[in-house]
């Protein structure tokens, strides 16, 4: 096994784990936020899902690649809990859980046929060294796949000028906890930058417009704004006032009970094929 080298910086998971946040990250699946993987999984390959989160793809994956093995990790204990209770809520017995930082994967060289990440390298330190390390765990012939959102690429109507104060922040409270919120755009270039070849890049997007839709991601919004470990962060690093985020928070309220409000997350993808002469870095 290739030993890692330590990251270059450190980076501070923005979001958090409060429940405005785990209300999306529950939401997603392998059909809404892998679409462009589905193709590349057939029964008994082995999967890593990196920060796994509380679990609702990885389950998806298991599901597809069964009898094949699901390997979860996650940085956070807590949050690798709630998807060991999905898992088991479906059925499932082919995942695994691990506790991982994917800057320095604690798995032999050429484990896995499949490597993924959803909404990951945007919150790492050095995303380079994070594919990097997917490559190395990835057997010849596998795929690294990942796919991040893109907040500067973000879209909605009406353009209320309080979102655009809310996108601000977020930028600084991102980058300043070591990430790169603009990650969507990135992925190709630090998945070149980081030995891949043979890379397909796709872009996808999140769009919520119905009533059901306004009001579920106004709310969580709302609430992640002033409640969550991202509200924190934002005043503990001396970006906002309880105050502002309280204001931002009810533009998004605002924007929730407007009926002809329209959101677009736009997210860039990765997939790339690990050529059987590659080697680990």
Known sequence: MTQASPAKDTAVYTHGHHESVLRSHTWRTAANSAAYLLPELKPGLDVLDVGCGPGTITADLAALVAPGRVTAVDS??????????????RGLDNVEFAVA???????PDDSFDVVHAHQVLQHVGDPVRALREMRRVCRPG??????DSDYGAFAWYPELPVLADWSALYHAVARHNGGEPDAGRRLYAWAREAGFTDITTTAAAWC??????????????????????????AVAGGHATPELLERLAEGWREWGRREDAWFM???GEILCRVSPSATAN
Do not use: C
Not at 76 to 89: G, I, M, Q, W
Not at 101 to 107: C, M, R, S
Not at 142 to 147: E, L, Q, S, T, Y
């Open 76 to 89: 956070a204990p807590d949050v690798l809990a709630k998807a060991r209770e999905v898992v088991a809520e």
């Open 101 to 107: 930082d994917v800057h320095a994967l604690d798995f």
């Open 142 to 147: 596998g795929v690294v796949a990942a796919r």
């Open 208 to 233: 919520f417009a119905t009533a059901d839709e306004r009001a579920w991601w106004s709310g969580l919004w709302a609430d992640r704004t002033v409640a969550s470990g991202y509200a924190d962060l």
């Open 265 to 267: 997350v736009p997210h």
